[in-house]
């Protein structure tokens, strides 16, 4: 039964991944083929899987970034995924936003800082009682990751060109903390830990940085797992 039920999981997770593999290939259209028409891509996804967890967040334009592990370099994000079935602890919001957004990070003394250096587009979302998906769509800044030192993340406002919230809401992803122990959705050596900010609608403008010291905005602790991940593809070796 186990193993039966492994399987089912692995599979419904192949799905996923080859539905948002499809949308990102047709997004690419000719780029894909610009060089020769052997191109090939692997799909790739890095965050917690979106399961049902016990909270979501009570201040408006939350932001959480993932720090259990690294995007591959030369994703082409596709799609962030994540659940969104209930409003514990009397929230009681049934809509909100979303806007997914890339980070660069590295050690400022003994703190690890991350930067905002992709600003994607902002959707309203609604509760559902399974998982949902965004296009990770960046509009603003870097949209591929040209190091090992990137990873993403969202906040739950709509933002404009500029970083600066025009909507927000509450929270519209489930989370649950202390962190989670185990793999994170990338696999070996990620683990399921996100940061969160401390205070309410915080700016993303390009180049706004976050950490647990020596940033312009504070990062929280302990750690929360977030029912989300970013969902994309990268050239085949």
């Known amino acids: 039964m186990l193993s039966t039920d492994r399987k089912m999981m692995h599979n419904r997770k192949t799905i996923v991944l080859v539905c948002s593999f499809g949308l990102l290939l047709t997004a690419l259209g000719p780029h894909a083929q610009a060089a020769d028409n052997t191109t090939t891509y692997s799909p790739v996804a890095e965050g917690s899987t979106p399961t049902h967890r016990a909270n979501t967040d009570h201040n408006n334009g939350a932001l959480n970034i993932y720090v259990g592990g690294s995007l591959p370099v030369g994703t082409h ?8 079935d209930s409003t514990p602890g ?9 806007t997914p957004l890339l980070f660069e990070y590295k050690s400022v003394e003994a703190a690890t800082v991350y930067t905002v250096v992709g600003i994607g587009k902002g959707f309203e979302v609604n509760l559902e009682s399974t998982p949902q998906s965004i296009p990770f769509e960046v509009i603003e800044g870097i949209a591929v990751p040209s190091g090992a030192n990137f990873t993403f993340g969202f906040v739950m406002s709509l933002v404009n060109s500029s970083g600066v919230p025009v909507l927000t809401g509450q929270g519209v992803v489930d989370f649950d903390t202390p962190s989670d ?9 990620t683990t399921n830990d996100w940061a969160y900010v401390q205070v309410a609608e915080p700016s993303v403008a390009l180049g706004t940085t976050f950490g647990l010291a020596n940033a312009d905005y504070t990062l929280g602790l302990p750690y929360r797992t977030y029912s989300a991940e970013a969902i994309g593809a990268v050239p085949a070796q």
Do not use: D, I, Q
Not at 77 to 84: C, D, G, K, Q, T
Not at 90 to 98: D, R, V
Not at 181 to 189: C, F, L, S
């Open 181 to 189: 122990a185990g793999e994170g959705t990338g696999g070996v050596g």
């Open 90 to 98: 009397g929230a009681g919001n049934t809509t909100g936003y979303l």
């Open 77 to 84: 994000l596709a799609a962030l995924r994540y659940l969104f």
